[in-house]
């Protein structure tokens, strides 16, 4: 018998021996949740006290003050005690008041006991932590670079769109062909908006609808007024959700939709307003594009559209300079020399003929010298205006000398020709020219005709021919037409 106790009691301490040299700390409850058996290691891992832990503690009083020391939640409390009372295993971290972190494990044994192991995991906790950290900061690094190069793809996707619009803008010959390109760019740099173009008449009262796309709202006109943007001198987004007013251009469409955005574009060129943008979104997105960027983008298009218009501007007033008279708005005898030539191969190509007049004032010295150079002007302003007024419409007319003129009458032969120049003359001596407070003597002109190609085939023939008239009509006493053929 004392055999069989002395082997018991060999075998016990080597199971403690064993026990405290494991690393975890363990515990073993009853089946009424007392303590049977602990290692030493326990203290170590759980940073307790010899009073903290001995065999006879409860459980109870083991959890209220791992609870009242912040180790234990009330909440895995109340799982943990939950699954004890239907004996299943459970698992939850303790997070030592020094910061540590242990993992306690419980599982049930043999007549409702429990055998609880804690191991410190705050290594392996603080590495995880780390390692979803490192994880989460890789995945935020790759968000980051996928949206800085969707948006450097997006930015050069508008530069190319851009350069394309500039191509194309700065290729057109007149501001009817740069509307054209706008309305069919806009459609495909903004699709899904809907817009219009707008550009200050001469008189600067109002602005003229020009062009637009995807929408039949073009205002033949607008009032400068009626668009805070040109009121305010500077782009204007409205947006509902913001402290906005609609446009009184905007409002006069009587959209059948509620408008939550749209944007208004100033045309600036050279300093100078010259017309007006205006866009309409209908979603909070365009093309994909979210509404404040694709607003940045309308006022660049809008920038770039600013600087196509004043260039075709100046370049069609340098161009009108070139080749029109200052004082009286006719062309030049230049541009006339070079629209005959026109005429005469269009004409020699279609088997067709055509009709030039020169004329001039009758005793025009006088008028300079009897009431000044001044007069003068105003007599030649005066031709200038009878000519267009009479035959502008299906002529090219000319000063093409001091105070000599030339029209030029596609497809006329020599009966129409003379009609022409018939109809001109009454014309002119009807015209009362004012100057001062009065009027000036009456005005006359003397006028020849030639025709191609029977007066000549080139330019200067015709013009010499059509002269030889006109010096026929002054010495045939003046005010009255001529031509070669019937002197």
């Given amino acids: ?143 980051e670079a996928e949206d800085i190069l969707s948006l450097e793809r997006a930015r050069q996707t508008e530069a190319r769109l851009i350069s394309q619009l500039d191509e194309w803008l700065q290729s057109c010959k007149s501001l009817d062909e740069l509307f054209v390109i706008v309305t069919r760019f806009m459609e495909r740099l903004l699709p899904g908006s809907k817009g219009e173009l707008y550009i200050y008449s001469n008189s600067r009262d109002v602005l003229d609808g020009m062009c637009h796309w995807n929408t039949h709202d073009l205002h033949s006109t607008i009032a400068p007024d009626s668009c805070w943007a040109l009121r305010r001198g500077r782009t204007y987004e409205y947006d509902s959700k913001e402290i906005c007013f609609i446009c009184d251009h905007v409002e006069d469409h009587h959209h059948q939709v509620t408008l939550s955005e749209y944007i208004c574009v100033p045309i600036v060129a050279h300093g100078d307003t010259v017309g007006l943008l205006h866009i309409r979104f209908d979603g909070s997105g365009v093309g994909g594009v979210q509404l404040h960027d694709a607003s940045q983008f309308a006022v660049r298009c809008g920038e770039h559209i600013s600087m196509a218009i004043a260039n075709v501007k100046l370049r069609d007033e340098l161009h ?3 080749i029109r008279d200052p004082l009286t708005g006719l062309y030049n005898r230049r541009y006339f020399m070079d629209a005959v030539r026109r005429q005469i191969s269009v004409a020699e190509r279609k088997k067709l003929t055509f009709g030039i007049i020169t004329f001039d004032a009758d005793n025009f010295k006088m008028f300079n010298d009897n009431h000044g150079h001044d007069a003068g002007d105003m007599v030649l302003r005066a031709l200038g205006a009878a000519v267009l007024e009479t035959l502008g419409k299906v002529a090219v007319c000319a000063r093409v000398g001091g105070e000599e003129f030339a029209v030029l009458l596609p497809d006329a032969d020599l009966p129409q020709t003379l009609r022409a120049a018939e109809t001109l003359r009454e014309a002119v001596a009807s015209v009362q020219v004012r100057y001062l407070d009065g009027c000036l003597p009456q ?14 085939e080139l330019p200067q023939h015709l013009l010499r021919r059509a002269d030889e008239a006109l010096y026929l009509a002054k010495e045939n006493g003046r005010n009255c037409v001529k031509s070669v053929t019937n002197a």
């Fill in 1 to 143: 018998m004392d055999g069989a106790m002395q082997v018991s009691q060999t075998q016990l301490e080597l199971a403690n021996d064993v026990l405290n040299t494991m690393e975890q700390g363990i515990l073993v409850w009853s089946a009424d949740g007392v303590c049977q058996l602990h290692n030493q290691r326990i203290y170590e891992i759980l940073e307790l006290e010899p009073d903290d832990i001995y065999v006879g503690l409860t459980r109870q009083q083991f959890r209220d003050r791992a609870e009242k020391r912040g180790e234990m939640t009330a909440e895995d409390r109340k799982w943990s005690e939950a699954r004890i009372r239907i004996s299943k295993p459970y698992a939850i971290d303790r997070k030592l008041p020094s910061g540590r972190v242990v993992l306690t494990n419980a599982r049930p044994a043999r007549g409702g006991s429990y055998v609880v192991t804690f191991t410190d995991v705050t290594e392996a906790r603080r590495a995880a932590t780390e390692l979803a950290e490192a994880k989460s900061a890789a995945e935020a690094a790759r968000a």
């Fill in 443 to 456: 005005v006359t002109i003397s006028a020849g005709v030639s025709t191609y190609p029977t007066c000549g």
């Fill in 320 to 322: 009108d300079q070139s």
